[in-house]
């Protein structure tokens, strides 16, 4: 391709086709005079000193030669779906080891033809926790990532209107996403209504979501309804919240999600399970990494920009605080009181997950009422899941309006 000369080793010698044999040195078989012609092609060479000191070279195999080529111009290539696993292992640790990901040109294309090939081998679960700028920079990039099952974006700034919640509802995350963290991202009951409005409207996106981290975000019970669109829910997390834990917060938990609370703190909320793993896992270090080294004329333009916000320095630090991800420096303890970890109990135990203090209330509920005859103990029983309305209200034809 570029026009340069074509090596063959034939018995021993190395020569260029139609060319002559560039390694007759007499003197010592093992040795080498590396001439121009090979420097052009050095890096297929292996170079090596033997027990006196002189220099010696092997050639690389033709399989690491090809592999380094395709790593080099990975962006060319339509397609790996059906090569192997161990040879797109290999080639996906040449192109990292030539910083293939950290072009921004050729990245995206690049993990996106991993993606389809090899699917969560690449990536499984990407733990960002408190990495806003990483998820602001790589954005393109992250969102080639379609096979992942668990995501954690807890303290990313989302707030209510970020580009990420069209790709958590895409079809191609729709059949492997079951864990996801979106706790401290200042998310309120509208944030929450706009990522769920493709799966209440259009019935796609989140098919198997089990597990759900809302907390530490400004929402009430009214996102509850929101989340009636999750088939699979099994597990939710809305500590911190504005919800008040009581009875009616329990009643209502049942009716519209069939969740009960756990007395108990659940682990997968804890986040020490959840972490990067695949393929792609150093790469996303290295995201890290070239992020961090900025360099000096950025470093400068902040410089700048800081002085000009001088005068306005109270209004610039009140929007940082505002922005900035919720801290929680408590005790164990409190903590532990103030859990609200929800969970769907097994069939089996299905008709004792409310606890008696639900009933109770239900039933005081029923005598204030002056129109309503005393209930017996039978009336009394346990509240029934009610039918969800598919009747689309105001807002959400305003905000299918949008789509």
Not at 34 to 40: D, E, I
């Amino acid at each position: 391709m570029d026009a340069s000369g074509v090596y063959v080793r034939e018995r021993g010698k190395l020569r260029r086709i139609g060319d002559t044999v560039l390694n007759p040195v007499a003197s010592s078989p093992s040795s080498c005079r590396r001439t121009n012609a090979l420097v052009l092609r050095k890096k297929h060479f292996v170079f090596t000193y033997n027990a006196e000191g002189s220099l010696r070279y092997s050639s690389k195999s033709l399989f690491d030669i090809a592999l380094l080529f395709v790593a080099g111009n990975v962006h060319h290539v339509d397609s790996l779906v059906g090569f192997p696993e161990q040879i797109g292992d290999r080639l996906f640790a040449a192109a990292e080891k030539n910083r293939v990901f950290l072009k921004p040109d050729v990245s995206p294309k690049a993990l996106r033809l991993f993606s389809d090939a090899y699917g969560d081998m690449v990536l499984g679960s990407l733990c960002l926790r408190n990495r806003f700028p990483l998820l602001s920079e790589r954005m393109a990039d992250i969102k080639t990532f379609h096979s992942l099952k668990c995501l954690d974006l807890f303290g990313c700034r989302l707030g209510d209107n970020h580009e990420i919640f069209q790709h958590l509802t895409s079809t191609s995350l729709a059949s492997c996403l079951i864990q996801l963290f979106i706790g401290g991202n200042g998310l309120s009951d509208e944030g929450l209504q706009r990522l769920t409005a493709p799966v209440r409207m259009m019935r796609k996106g989140l098919d198997c979501l089990q597990c759900l981290d809302v907390s530490y975000n400004p929402i009430s019970e009214r996102a509850l309804h929101y989340l009636k669109c999750l088939p699979k829910l099994e597990k939710l997390d809305v500590t911190g919240t504005g919800m008040t834990f009581g009875t009616r917060l329990k009643l209502t938990m049942w009716e519209l999600l069939s969740l009960t609370y756990s007395e108990k703190a659940l682990h997968v909320f804890d986040h020490s399970g959840c972490k990067t793993q695949g393929w792609a896992e150093q790469v996303v270090n290295q995201w890290e990494t070239n992020g961090a080294q900025m360099p000096k004329q950025k470093r400068l333009d902040e410089s700048r920009i800081s002085a000009l916000r001088f005068f306005g320095r109270q209004k610039f630090v009140r929007e940082v605080l505002n922005a900035a991800p919720l801290s929680h420096n408590r005790d164990a303890t409190a903590q532990e009181d103030q859990r609200l970890h929800f969970y769907k109990p097994p069939a089996s135990s299905a008709t004792d997950a409310p606890s008696t203090d639900i009933t109770f209330w239900t039933s005081a509920n029923k005598r204030k009422r002056p129109s309503e005859k005393c209930c017996d103990g039978v009336n009394a029983s346990l509240p029934v899941k009610r039918v969800s309305s598919t009747a689309l209200t105001a807002e959400d034809m305003d905000l299918l309006d949008q789509y």
